[in-house]
């Protein structure tokens, strides 16, 4: 009798085994969450190309361009419509008190541009083409804007400025500014090529 108690005894302990081993065969392991996708980014975009972002220079950056490195003084902010941009006042002391501004907007590619203020003499916007310097500029834009100011720029904390914007081969322009109906102020600008510029954030 007590042979016959073992004996089931050990088959309800083989059959116990038995189902827990299949139990736990049927379980699926545990998969892990799937990872979300990156949003589509760009190709083209200009982003990555200079060491910092020009669209973030504020007034006590400091950007370093072709080996020579300057303190943002002020920033002018700019819109016309929907449509905005920045213009930045660098300190000047290594180029001998001549202004000398970079400008960043994007139309719809990234677009740094630096600027030097030129005296054109008599030359005055309002023809289709202008030459300067044994340059030709053809005419690609007029308009007017509101700005307001950051930090040292030379101008009021706001108001319009009318502008008619020149280009010519190779990366190269020519703008005129009239700020509050005042004088034409000249300046002649080239595209900064990626890789050329540094941006050092200020405090």
Do not use: N
Not at 110 to 139: C, K, N
Not at 153 to 171: F, S
């Amino acid at each position: 009798m007590l042979a016959a108690v073992v004996v089931l005894l050990a088959l309800i302990l083989l059959a116990l085994i038995v189902l827990i081993v299949v139990l736990v065969r049927r379980q699926s392991p545990h998969e892990p969450s799937p990872q979300p996708r990156p949003a589509p980014a760009d190709p083209f975009a200009s982003v990555g190309e200079t060491a910092g972002d020009p669209r973030a220079l504020k007034a006590g950056d400091m950007v370093e361009y072709l080996g020579t490195r300057y303190f943002v003084r002020g920033s002018v902010r700019l819109r016309e419509g929907g449509y905005t941009w920045s213009e930045h006042l660098l300190d000047a002391d290594t180029t001998e008190g001549t202004k000398v501004w970079l400008s960043v907007e994007e139309d719809p590619d990234l677009e740094v541009i630096w600027w030097t203020e030129a005296d054109v003499g008599d030359l005055r916007p309002g023809r289709p083409t202008l030459t300067f310097q044994g340059v030709e500029y053809r005419r690609e834009e007029h308009g007017t804007a509101e700005y307001r100011t950051e930090g040292t720029t030379g101008l009021g904390d706001t108001g319009r400025v009318e502008y008619v914007d020149y280009a010519a081969p190779g990366g190269r322009y020519l703008s005129f500014e009239r700020f509050g109906g005042g004088a034409w102020e000249a300046g002649t600008g080239e595209r900064v090529p990626a890789g050329t510029l540094t941006i050092y954030p200020g405090s």
